[in-house]
């Protein structure tokens, strides 16, 4: 099953206690986008200006991503640049530049409008609601989204919250949106929100899903190292999205269980556990369906017990 | 299989955000004697002043706890006081009186010589010492520590880290032994000093089992609330060494496998989640075997994926 993904594509300058990049490929659809072609085909929707390299167009091009939906505007691309600190959990924007992401205001091309699968990636809740209003009956919707949405379009962001199937946050994001500090509260308080389904990704120590009735606690894959923590939850997001189009065959979004998602959330994991080895979608794009595998029996090897 | 274990006996005085209590039972011996008790005898190794209530003496006894080795010195019972900020994961110690701990140096009873189960819980890494000095052929030695020791007594932990089988620590004690901050370095760190396994718990983000060739990553049991976290790393380190030693049946440690550490982490997770329920021992010594199995089954069902 095809999977619609909106959100930035971005021109990243990153910093870490490692190494300086600049002009990578970012923005949360290019990480989105990428990891969920690994299980589905993915209708990406999303703007560059004319400035965007036509290399990181092939890359996403290379992947079976439909680009029919990326949109080249008079301007330059969306620009982000950040600094990480010591421990690679904490973060600094330093420059945030929308250009031609300011004013995107796509119309879905036609056979996007029908696709069941939508991961709403990070990007300003107008243009979530904006993309989401295109979509004709969409099964199962995941969004995301970044604590300056939080403070800045709340409003937006509570109405979208009732439209969707799931939504994936990290601690410091949870706490801005509920206020609660224990992390088991928080999840419950989103779900009374609206989406069914929540996902707190808590990177080093793993994921939490939320559903009414039920929690998986998903173990996060063990890395000594983290090169470049960006996108990771964006990887995370599309690796859920991308898993869940992928087994399910379904008509009916009753059958989109528990049990699915757990799976849906181990593979998101393993993606992100691969995006944060590499700057930009260095580790990501040149992945195997074996070194997936791999990493989803190392997983598993490390959480059970009987 | 008894287990013998020594640490501090306290009598506490405890402040968090929901309420503050003085005169209660705490130190790390008494936490980890009532939960390694649930699983097998305990004989006791510790001080006590003649202050210290006949109530606490018979709780501890209530509970199948040998106090053959637990002194009454003249003068004042360890007394300890702390308050906790509003997310339950830093606190501030506002007063330690060692009292009687201070110059405590106990002779083993001849019947604890012998015993092949060993906790030097959080004390003096010198009593630690002293205290292992004494056992004759122990079969697996756990310990654990706190970041004063760490700084105050550095040698003395090292030297002590070569002579025993696991260490516990949580994750501030762990970057201040290593130095470390990616916790998976920081476990591996800790093997080269001398314990084949060691567990990092992370209160709610579950604990992290390593040995030089595994990892089991144990997920934490999910509170909504936490009244009072003193205690909660001893009673996880009772629950851990008395789950082992009853299943084990071993004269010899080669038979401790990876394995059976998985259970006895899984079950010092769940001991501590009901430590933290209730001030002081409040909701751990009222525990039946079915509170136990309860939250087994609700863990496993957590955290398994197919």
Same mark, same amino acid.
């Given at each position: ?228 923590? @960006? ?5 995370? $997001? ?5 898993? #869940? *189009? =992928?087994?399910?065959? /379904?008509?009916? %979004?009753?059958?989109? @269980? ?5 799976? $849906? ?5 393993? #993606? *992100? =556990?691969?995006?944060? /080895?590499?700057? %930009? ?26």
């Amino acid at each position: 099953m095809p999977v619609l993904i909106v959100g930035s594509i971005a021109i990243d300058h990153v910093k870490t206690p490692y190494k300086e990049k600049q002009n990578l490929l970012g923005g949360s659809a290019s990480y989105a986008a990428i990891a969920a072609s690994f299980f589905s085909p993915v209708q990406l929707v999303g703007v560059v200006g004319e400035d965007f390299p036509e290399k990181y167009r092939s890359l996403l091009a290379s992947r079976l991503v439909s680009l029919e939906g990326l949109q080249i505007a008079k301007g330059k691309t969306f620009r982000w640049s950040g600094i990480y600190h010591s421990n690679m959990d904490r973060r600094t924007t330093l420059a945030t530049r929308p250009n031609v992401l300011q004013n995107f205001s796509p119309t879905l091309p036609e056979v996007y409008q029908t696709t069941p699968y939508v991961l709403l990636a990070n990007v300003a809740p107008s243009l979530q609601h904006h993309t989401l209003d295109q979509v004709k009956s969409p099964l199962f919707v995941v969004a995301s989204t970044m604590d300056f949405w939080i403070k800045k379009a709340k409003k937006a962001l509570l109405s979208l919250l009732r439209r969707v199937n799931m939504l994936i946050v990290n601690e410091h994001e949870v706490q801005e949106l509920t206020g609660a500090t224990n992390l088991i509260c928080a999840g419950h308080l989103i779900l009374k929100m609206g989406p069914e389904f929540v996902v707190l990704s808590k990177g080093e120590h793993g994921a939490l899903l939320f559903s009414k009735s039920s929690l998986f606690s998903c173990p996060a894959y063990p890395l000594e190292t983290v090169y470049d923590p @960006t996108g990771a939850g964006d990887t995370f $997001a599309g690796g859920v999205i991308g898993y #869940l *189009a =992928s087994i399910c065959n /379904e008509k009916n %979004s009753s059958k989109i @269980t528990f049990e699915k998602l757990r799976l $849906a959330v181990v593979y998101g994991t393993i #993606l *992100a =556990s691969f995006s944060v /080895e590499a700057f %930009s979608l260095g580790r990501l794009h040149a992945l195997t369906q074996p070194d997936i595998e791999k990493r989803y029996n190392s997983l598993h090897a490390l959480s059970q017990f009987p």
